[in-house]
């Protein structure tokens, strides 16, 4: 038997897992996107469906300006008597040691609830990747990775500490005290986990960086505050690493689950590059493989071979179904985010019947605050994504549209838009790395009703079509390559993935005065 990897396709790093009984909960980062913390549900490991978010208030989380590749970073999810939590710290940006992120926790008796997680309970130690390990003994500690003092602009996360905490106001019960610092070249340790068994404590770390070198490193102690000790056997680790020239790499920032079954599991990212473009606009994705323990008592991951594709021992997974959401007059589905917390409401599913109503706001897509925008996740690399707009802009400024959309800095946009004295438009808008700006083609519509917009998504690139209602057939915009999707040169451009979503906006900083009118959005993989 055998399921296809990656378990959860398109934007989803980072994961931290949990079972409570038969019942597996998989948390995973979300960055500049809102709502915060994604959280799935499986039964058999293979088949995840999106239950909703920790993080779904203002007082939970604020994000405005903030730069992609910051904001909600590594979670950890865990389950302790009765009640769910989840750890985790908001990234601000790189600035000096003053914008180290301050860890929290929030927690919930109802994961199937959004609206019971808590406020944050904050933690006294900065840092990233915060995680919670609960001891059969009571006691709770916290573990965070943290930089080394030395002021620079873009600090390196560079060793664990753990600490015993007070779980109830989250404060320090004592002084950190160092786990584990990189050995690796890239000096980089982050994304810890500590988890109990067989009387051993193990400490997993995700060293490397998060790109080409990133793997997953081992230790193990008779206290949960350590020392932390290596495998004797030279070499053992890193437990996790797949070479640079594998379709799947990057692969590492593990959790463990043991299952039912008594079997344990590794999830952890990766990347799948396109050949063409070599960059992965999905990208990091979430991964599974079987864990043995060999007769020292150390984990081996996936038999100590690179993960593929193909996981043994798993039921079949089910490839993405199709999707599309009705817009009922109850809301939206699960699974739509915005850049960024809005400011306020500026959509509703019922001012028409089966459509969604969006008003665009004074932000451009392009802007770092919170644009008048609704997305998905892709969770295919092929496929069919369309929707049907019907927008009449008031004025010259108003434009809206359908959008691929991995970041303000990597986006294909297809939208209408009017200009004085002459017909609409549809423009194709996508950006361009080598001018730091757009690059644009623009075309007259003959009409004024409702057109269909679609993107035909394949793994290096996108094809832009338009058509009229009455038309049978798409008219080809242009083909654009995902590479455009992917700025190297900005600071954490693999960390997050790519969209496909509605926009509204008005390029006059002020909101519109009409709103684009959506439906029939549709995304159908083809793989
Ligand atoms: C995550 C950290 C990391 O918190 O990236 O590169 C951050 N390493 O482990 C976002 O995923």
Redesign the pocket.
């Known amino acids: 038997m055998s399921t296809r990897n990656p378990i959860l396709p398109g934007f989803n ?2 994961p931290s897992i949990c079972r409570v009984n038969s019942d597996y909960f998989l948390a995973t ?1 979300t ?1 500049e996107f809102f709502p915060g913390v994604a959280i799935y549900h499986s039964t058999d490991l293979v088949d995840w469906v999106l239950i909703g978010h920790a993080l779904t208030r203002h007082s939970q989380l604020t994000i405005r300006g903030t730069q992609p590749g910051f904001g909600v ?2 979670p950890t999810l865990r389950h302790h008597k009765g009640r769910f939590y989840v750890a985790t710290a908001i ?1 601000q940006g790189w600035g000096d040691q003053s914008t180290t992120p301050r860890g929290f926790y929030v927690s919930t008796d109802n994961i199937w609830d959004d609206t019971t997680w808590t406020d944050p309970v904050f933690f006294d130690v900065l840092g ?2 915060q995680d919670l390990f609960f001891d059969d003994d009571g006691r709770t500690y916290l573990s965070v ?1 943290k930089t080394k003092n030395d002021g620079l602009p873009h600090p390196t ?1 560079e060793a664990i500490w753990g600490v015993e905490i007070d779980l109830a106001s989250g404060r320090n019960k004592g002084s950190p005290i160092l786990l584990r610092r990189s050995t690796t070249d890239s000096g ?1 340790a ?2 810890s986990h500590i988890f109990k068994r067989g009387g051993w404590y193990y400490l997993c770390v ?1 060293e490397g ?2 790109e080409e070198g990133h793997q997953e490193w081992i230790f193990r102690s008779e206290s949960p505050l350590g020392p932390y000790e290596e495998p004797e056997a030279k070499g053992f680790n890193p437990i996790l690493y797949n070479a640079p020239d594998l379709p799947i790499r990057c692969t590492g ?1 593990t959790d463990f689950v043991e299952a039912t079954d008594g079997q344990w599991w590794a999830v952890f990212l990766g990347l799948r590059p396109s050949s063409s473009s070599g960059i992965a606009h999905m990208g ?1 994705e979430t991964f599974i493989a079987p864990v043995e323990w060999d007769s020292q008592g150390w984990p081996v991951i996936n038999g100590g071979r690179p993960v593929t594709s193909e996981v043994r021992g798993l039921p079949h997974s089910k490839p993405p179904g199709a999707w599309t959401d009705p817009f009922s007059k109850s809301g939206l589905t699960k699974g739509w985010y915005h850049s960024q917390t809005p400011y306020r409401k500026e959509y509703n599913t019922t001012e028409r019947e089966g459509w969604l109503a969006l008003y665009g706001n004074g932000y451009m897509i392009h802007d770092s605050a919170c644009p008048s925008m609704l997305l998905r996740k892709q969770n295919s690399l092929s496929g069919n994504w369309s929707v049907r707009i019907d927008f009449t802009p008031s004025n010259e400024y108003e434009e809206a549209g359908t959008t691929v959309f991995r970041s303000k800095f990597g986006f294909i946009a297809l939208l209408l838009r009017k200009r004085r004295g002459a017909p609409k438009q549809v423009v194709l808008r996508w950006t361009d790395k080598e001018t730091d700006s757009y690059k644009e083609i623009v075309r007259d519509l003959d009409t004024d009703g409702p057109v269909d917009l679609a993107f035909r998504a394949s793994p290096n690139a996108y094809t832009c079509l338009i058509k009229t209602v009455e038309d049978d057939e798409y008219y080809e915009m242009a083909t654009v390559s995902s590479g455009v999707l992917q700025r190297e040169d900005k600071f ?1 451009s693999c ?1 997050t993935g790519v969209h496909l979503g509605v926009f509204a906006q008005n390029s006059n900083h002020t909101s519109n005065l009409v709103p684009a009118y959506f439906t029939q959005i549709s995304f159908s993989p083809a793989e």
């Open positions: 790093p980072d980062s960055f970073w590594a990234a990233i990747d990775a996360w980089v982050e994304g995700a960086g998060t920032h990091r954490g960390f």
